[in-house]
């Protein structure tokens, strides 16, 4: 079993800037993966970032030069740096991290960005 907990969202300005953070806990050892993802009410969870070990992160179109995911490999702590932000980043977003091929979510995290 796996928790995960988001810390860090907020209200911005567009243009402005967000730090995610989602901190694990339980069996670390076995998360593969990690990433976050978005939601606004009527749509879909989209991939936001994903980020494994030995491997370059993968982006969305929509957020790619203007995001970053890092990760503590030590910690698995994984943020999210989120910068020139647009009303259309205005979301729920969620860690996401995956033990084999189940996956763990946290409660999510609001984000809003006006214009």
């Known amino acids: 079993q796996v928790q995960l907990v988001e810390s860090g969202g907020g209200a911005v300005r567009a243009g402005g800037s967000l730090r995610l953070t989602c901190v694990p806990s339980?069996?670390?050892?076995?998360?593969?993966?990690m990433g976050w993802y978005r939601q606004v009410p009527g749509k879909e969870r989209e991939l936001v970032a994903t980020?494994?070990?030995?491997?370059?992160?993968t982006y969305a179109d929509s957020v790619k030069g203007r995001f970053t995911i890092a990760r503590d490999t030590a910690r698995h702590t994984v943020y999210l740096y989120m910068d020139r932000m647009r009303p259309e980043d205005t979301a729920v977003y969620y860690c996401?991290?995956?033990?084999?091929?189940?996956?763990?979510w946290g409660q999510g995290t609001q984000v809003t960005v006006s214009s």
């Open positions: 996401n991290a995956k033990v084999g091929s189940k996956d763990y």
């Open positions: 339980g069996n670390l050892g076995s998360i593969g993966g």
């Open positions: 980020t494994r070990r030995d491997a370059i992160p």
